[in-house]
């Protein structure tokens, strides 16, 4: 199982008063939606009836026919056994008229939730009609109310679903979430994870906004999958237009909405992600404290819905291969200068607490460009000269004519302090020293250079009275891609918790910036560039030789596994098939399947790196600093993750 629910808003094209209309339309949305693979449906409020039946509520005559058209759309349940169904209608009880949800599956009525809070303000006139869930005497009715036989129907605000996979569903209905404490509220501090709302609200001037808000707000503050339905246009439009607005938001996220602003006789059918709210209640140490001072004082009843394992594959969910960069061009942007400034800010402050200059190893590539361009932003936001920041570029081997140049125009251009040390008569020296052929491309060869670098930033930053400014990315961080006490090391580190994947997108934002016009043109060039260590010999044409992601593997693919492995603890099996979904076309499964392997492994023998790393400033929601963020010991195997790679 991937941990997903399918969930239908239905909207039926109401006919007011007419029960035999309304039941039948509903049946034939719980027919589609069925098609469609959905666990659960819902309809809106008293769409039994139609909302807007006002004192026609008070007529027997239309209660008996609500209370048939409940028990024809049970019946029709039993044709579509694997989909829970709730809807709305208004219901008599111990002589008291309540607007109700109906919770049914498979030919039986599950439960009974009553809406609590009734408005009676401007238009709205419910307490006319109806009374709360806090008038309610009983706690449960028999089944004969609908002429359904003679078994107990549970009754209250209190009732939480347990639906297949042992998925919890709780129920509010519309002015229910507009006010301080909602129903929800309750339900999920008693271990609901999805909440849906039957609402019947009409459209007004910025409406449709302020109930996406509430919406979203309650999803996020909860923790949960939130479903909302409202009725559609064709209610009674005598003093005002219902919108039909349908819409379902995960943990503050909206995963779809209706499109139209005023609709009706339509389904929005939506996949979302269980296994998302129960990695983030796991984690979230303010949800388990307020369920156990909140908790007791409504505790909830629990009530078997269906039995049958959820259907949903997910493949209604969208998954982005690239999770930690925003889709939309516009609020990437403002993302890339939000972790731009918290960088520069981060700095800065380190900076002016040692009273420090900075002094940064320049190599031409991603990372190292743009902890200069973080250094430079510091210095503005300190109003210190540019010459504050020294830029030491240390060619070798490796070192490509196109970085060596870019890291040389860049310094120049920028105004900052610079100076060129080859280090390569001192690492001929060390092998020498340690005996080690230089014509054997090994990890010592590499790691000789990396390591040179190191103690000659560290002791230019003591030359110059500077610290070093670390230039590892998180990608790099997750695999161990450093060298231990080389590019390892540093006195503060600005991409620390900022993803290859992301690197590449911050830089492309700030060279729009008009402080970085002079070097726009370079830093477009070292976009272009291939990403790699350049710890190996350029080829004849003195053009790159070592790529890292022929050897380490793609970035774009290890950031997705981070993302999904470290931000929602999903399983192997999980991460791997959203990453054959989301690289369709690009990758196939047995190249997923290789990198995932490599993932793993590198990120569990790699710990041993990560445990003592300089400090750095975190910018997201996944960091791997030992001091607050990932704390594993550096012993821990990795076996029981391999080996359900190697099952896929």
């Known amino acids: ?90 219901l008599l009880i111990a002589g008291q008229m309540y607007n109700c949800g109906v919770v049914m599956s498979n030919g039986v009525v599950r439960g009974i939730v009553p809406k609590t809070f009734l408005p009676n303000y401007r238009e709205f006139y419910e307490r006319r009609w109806f009374s709360s869930s806090q008038d309610m005497q009983q706690n449960a009715v028999s089944a004969s109310l609908f002429g359904l036989g003679d078994y107990d129907i549970p009754v209250g605000r209190d009732l939480i679903f347990r639906l297949g996979d042992g998925v919890k569903l709780g129920m509010e209905i519309c002015e229910d979430l507009w006010t301080p404490m909602p129903p929800s509220t309750m339900l999920t501090l008693n271990g609901a994870e ?26 996020a503050i909860c923790n949960c999958i939130y479903a909302y339905t409202s009725a559609g246009y064709t209610e009674s439009t005598q003093d005002m237009v219902f919108s039909g607005h349908t819409l379902v938001a995960e943990i503050g996220d909206v995963l779809n909405e209706n499109k139209l602003e005023l609709e009706t006789d339509y389904l929005l059918v939506q996949d979302a992600d269980i296994g998302r709210v129960r990695s983030e209640r796991r984690k979230n140490k303010s949800i388990r404290d307020a369920e156990a001072l909140y908790g007791k004082i409504e505790p909830a009843r629990f009530v078997d819905c269906s039995a049958a394992p959820l259907r949903s594959d997910g493949t209604l969910y969208k998954v982005n291969k690239l999770p930690f960069i925003p889709a939309d061009q516009q609020t990437c942007a403002q993302r890339c200068n939000t972790v731009f400034n918290i960088q520069s800010a981060g700095l800065a402050q380190r900076l002016k607490t040692i009273g420090a200059k900075a002094v940064i190893g320049i190599s031409g590539g991603l990372d190292s460009t743009l902890a200069l361009l973080v250094a430079v932003e510091a210095m503005a936001k300190l109003g210190r000269p540019m ?9 070798c081997f490796g070192t490509s004519d196109r970085t060596y140049k870019n890291s040389l125009e860049l310094m120049e251009r920028l105004g900052i302090s610079s100076k060129e040390i080859s280090i390569k008569d001192a690492v001929n020296t060390h092998f020498r020293d340690i005996g080690h052929d230089p014509k054997v491309h090994n990890t010592t060869y590499e790691n000789a250079q990396a390591r040179e670098r190191t103690q000659i930033l560290m002791d230019y930053a003591g030359e110059v009275g500077g610290i070093v400014v670390g230039t590892g990315d998180l990608s790099e961080l997750a695999l161990g891609w450093c060298t231990y006490n080389g590019d390892h090391m540093s006195m503060y580190g600005v991409n620390a918790s900022i993803p290859k994947t992301m690197i590449r997108q911050v830089i492309a934002t700030v060279a729009e910036h008009p402080r970085f016009a002079a070097v726009r043109e370079i830093l477009w060039d070292i976009l272009d560039t291939p990403i790699s260590p350049e710890l190996l010999p350029p080829d004849a044409s003195g053009k790159i030789a070592q790529q890292t992601e022929d050897l380490v593997g793609p970035y774009a693919l290890h950031d997705f596994f981070l993302y999904y492995i470290l931000r929602y603890d999903y399983t192997p099996r999980k991460v791997y098939a959203l990453a054959c979904r989301a690289f369709k076309g690009e990758y196939d499964g047995d190249t997923v399947k290789k990198w995932l392997q490599v993932f793993y492994r590198r990120f569990f023998t790699q710990q041993f790196k990560r445990s003592c790393m300089p400090d750095g400033v975190k910018v997201g929601s996944i960091s791997l600093s030992p001091r607050g963020d990932w704390r594993m010991p550096s012993d821990a195997a990795a076996r029981v993750w391999l080996e359900e790679v190697e099952s896929l």
């Not at 609402?199 to 109930?211: C, N, V």
């Not at 010459?387 to 060619?395: F, L, R």
Request: net charge negative; proline share 6%.
């Open 387 to 395: 010459t504050d920041v020294w830029g030491v570029t240390m060619p």
């Open 1 to 90: 199982m991937l941990d997903y629910i399918r969930i239908a808003c239905a909207v039926p094209p109401v006919k007011v008063a007419d029960t035999l209309q309304n039941t039948g339309d509903i049946c034939d949305k719980i027919t589609e939606a069925d098609r469609f693979g959905c666990d659960v449906v819902i309809f809106p409020e008293l769409a039994v009836t139609g909302y807007s039946c006002a004192d026609l509520f008070f007529q027997q005559t239309l209660l008996d026919a609500a209370a048939a058209g409940i028990r024809e759309i049970c019946r029709h349940t039993q044709k579509h056994p694997k989909i829970s169904v709730a809807v709305g209608a208004p």
């Open 194 to 219: 999805v909440v849906v709302n039957l609402s019947a609200s009409p459209e007004a001037l910025g409406k449709r906004t302020y109930r996406r808000d509430l919406v979203c707000h309650q999803s």
